[in-house]
Structures are given as structure tokens and as C-alpha cells.
């Protein structure tokens, strides 16, 4: 018989135990000692290679463990990854391309209303025919930026403007993300890393106001183009091998640790994952739905499949993590929120159709926020996609 249980984040009943052994990559960026040899074959469109990819799969990504070709790995290994902040309101669904991130996080934003940052790297490798792939996209928020700053020196960070310039008095001071992009050097001349919408031209990102079939705000309707992101940052002079005199981001990358799915007969079923972000936003509750046969969960917002707008799909995850973290809310008169992203607080992973009780910590800013079950071992994820839920410190998390 299946037990419903609910939980406070803080309890503590150890379910399972994963294990796995340390594995660690050279940051820059993420690219394996063995070289790549395969030619990539390319096909031509709107003036775009796009790669034919055949061959095994047998090259692993070091964001979130899935395997690719060796013409895709290629590929990612001359770029730095890129990262988009994507909207979930209501009336922006369904969003166009987190089915291709490597990692998704999300987390309020304002008003209860979540947003997500997608991770872009390996699974996007390949490229897409189509222009403007990835949106609707957002402001930034300084607490994204933390998460961003663990995937580089100079993460390609995309976004449509966000709170807070420098000299703003009406935002709060830790809130300012437009002066800390600027603070942490990714403006600067070498290091232009920062994709703010504003500054891009027509053929990188735009609106499409027509494009859901929806009569919606001008603000759910800015699509911007991954490819052309891309090639954006290799005309400022950032691949993988940029570095900026003086910076130490030739020390190793900490990888997430990844291991195999769990067979048939050791799958659990822990089937149904569901929370809420803010009491009275249900438009923003989540479920998650564990597909035993596939070792997947797909996932649904307030009750309704959640799809991908350019694969007509469900959503899906191999791996979810809940984090508890203490929320600040209405910090300013823009109603602004914090969260301490740094240090550390409780989680739990669901995989394998298991959940298991854990300890994240994050050290600073640029550090990798990491998993460790109670007994302190770091905790391996399945390999795929990986979708990090940042919830308030003290929310019900139900399975």
C-alpha cells in the first residue's frame, strides 16, 4: 500500500541513501581531458550550423550528468554557458525551450508569481532551426545572480533589464541587481558577459506578440534566439577559454555528482510531488508526477500539464530538488524579495521514484551549492535534467 505523507521541511526521516563516487572537471569550461575528434556535420539553415549528431552517446556533461555525442560535446566545449531568466506567469505559459535547459531553477520572483532560470549548455548543443527560441524573457533578480555566478567567471546572462541601478533610492540595497552585474564585472570591457535585452538588436531577441495565440501584456512577449546569444558572446570575445588577468577561475569546478538510474524492481513509488509557493497562488502550485516505467516526473502548474511551446510536450525532470530557504519579503516599495542563498538549509531529492532528506550549503557567491544526505555524504542525481524548486523555509512539501 502507497503512504500519502506530508512533510515540514526540517523533519527528519532518512528515506534512502544514494551513493557515488567524487567527480571533478577543470572549469573552463567544463570540458573532459579526453579531446574531441569527431567532426560535426553540419547542416545549413537561416545561417545557422546546425549539427546532424550520430554516433554514441557516450560523452557526459558536466552540469547535469546526461550523455551526448561526441559532435555535440565539440560544440559546448568552445562556448560558456548560457543562462535565461524565463517568466511563469499565467499568461506567459506555455514557455518556449526549457525543455532543452540542462538545469532549471525556480523561485518567486513577485507577488507569489515564480520565475524560472534555465540553464543552457549541453542539451541545447545541437542547435534548432528556429529563431527565438527560449522566453518569454524576464527581469533579473540578485538572488538568481548567485545561482548564475556558480557556472562561470562570466556566465552569459540573459535577461530583460531587472531591479534596481546603483543609484536607485527606492530599491533596496541588497536587492539591486542591474548595480550588481555591474559590481561583479560582468559589464566590463573583456568580460561583457551581461545579455540584457536592452542592449541586443532586433535579431537576437524581440517581441512576438501573437506567438501563443494569446491577447497578453507586452511584457510576456520578448523571445530571444540561443543561437544567436551564442554568437553574440564569441563576437565580445567569450568562449570557453576567455579569462580576465587576475582572476582565478582556473581552479577546478566542483561537478554535481551524477550516477545510473535505479533498476525496475528498485524504483520506489513516491508518485505525486506537490507544494505551494505563497498560500492563495495556486495559479503557481506544483505537482510532479513520477512515470515509474520511464524513471521520469512530468510535471504540471496549478493542475495542468505544463508544456513546452515549441515541442508540444509535458515538462519532465530525472531529478527535483526542494530547497528550504528563508524568504524576505517586501524589502522595499517595489516589494522585492531576498533569499539567503548562502549558506546552507535542508532539501529533498526526489529520483528513482525515492526521496531522501538532505543538507544543501553554499559557501559564497561563486561557490557550487551542494547535496548531502544526513549522514553527510555528498548525493549523486540522475543523470538528465534537473529542476532545482526553491521554496520559503517552512512550506509543506506533499508525496
Known amino acids: 500500500m502507497k503512504n500519502n505523507k506530508v512533510i515540514l ?60 555525442t561526441k559532435q555535440e560535446r565539440q560544440v559546448w566545449e568552445s562556448r560558456r554557458p548560457l543562462i535565461a531568466m524565463i517568466e511563469n506567469h499565467q499568461d506567459s505559459r506555455p514557455q518556449s525551450g526549457l525543455s532543452k535547459a540542462d538545469v532549471v531553477y525556480e523561485v518567486v520572483a513577485e507577488g507569489g508569481i515564480t520565475r524560472f532560470m534555465a540553464v543552457f549548455y549541453c542539451r541545447a548543443a545541437a542547435g534548432n532551426l528556429e529563431k527565438y527560441d527560449i522566453g518569454p524573457v524576464r527581469s533579473a533578480r540578485t538572488y538568481f545572480l548567485d545561482w548564475a555566478s556558480e557556472y562561470g567567471d562570466y556566465p552569459l546572462y540573459t535577461h530583460v533589464g531587472g531591479a534596481g541601478q546603483c543609484d536607485d533610492p527606492t530599491v533596496h540595497e541588497d536587492a539591486k541587481a542591474l548595480c550588481q552585474i555591474g559590481q561583479y564585472g560582468w559589464k566590463d570591457k573583456g568580460s561583457r558577459c551581461d545579455l540584457d535585452q536592452f542592449a541586443l538588436p532586433y535579431s537576437i531577441c524581440r517581441r512576438e506578440y501573437e506567438r501563443t495565440g494569446k491577447d497578453v501584456a507586452t511584457e510576456h512577449t520578448m523571445y530571444c534566439d540561443t543561437y544567436a546569444l551564442w554568437q553574440e558572446a564569441e563576437t565580445r570575445g567569450l568562449t570557453n577559454e576567455t579569462k580576465k588577468t587576475g582572476d582565478d577561475w582556473d581552479k577546478e569546478f566542483h561537478a554535481w555528482l551524477f550516477k545510473e538510474d535505479a533498476q525496475p524492481d528498485q524504483r520506489g513509488e513516491v508518485a505525486d510531488i506537490s507544494f505551494s509557493f505563497w498560500k492563495n497562488q495556486s495559479d503557481y502550485d506544483v505537482n510532479w508526477q513520477y512515470d515509474q516505467e520511464e524513471n521520469l516526473y512530468r510535471r504540471l502548474n496549478d493542475d495542468e500539464k505544463h508544456i513546452d511551446f515549441k515541442t508540444k510536450e509535458q515538462l519532465t525532470a530525472k531529478t527535483i530538488v526542494v530547497l528550504s530557504m528563508a524568504e524576505r519579503s517586501g524589502v522595499d516599495e517595489h516589494k522585492h524579495l531576498l533569499y539567503e542563498t548562502i549558506g546552507d538549509g535542508q532539501a529533498l531529492v526526489f529520483q528513482d521514484g525515492q526521496v531522501e ?43
Open 357 to 399: 532528506e538532505a543538507n544543501w550549503e553554499k559557501d559564497s557567491r561563486t561557490s557550487r551549492t551542494r547535496f548531502f544526505n544526513v549522514s553527510g555524504k555528498e548525493i549523486s542525481f540522475n543523470r538528465g535534467q534537473i529542476w532545482m524548486e526553491i521554496v520559503p523555509a517552512g512550506n509543506k512539501i506533499k508525496y
Open 9 to 68: 521541511i526540517g523533519s527528519g526521516v532518512l528515506l534512502f541513501l544514494l551513493s557515488g563516487g567524487i567527480s571533478y572537471t577543470v572549469f573552463g569550461f567544463f570540458q573532459s581531458k579526453e579531446p574531441a575528434v569527431v567532426t560535426p556535420t553540419p547542416t545549413e539553415n537561416n545561417g545557422r550550423t546546425i549539427l546532424t549528431t550520430s554516433g554514441p552517446k557516450d560523452q557526459e556533461c558536466s552540469i547535469n550528468g546526461a550523455y551526448f
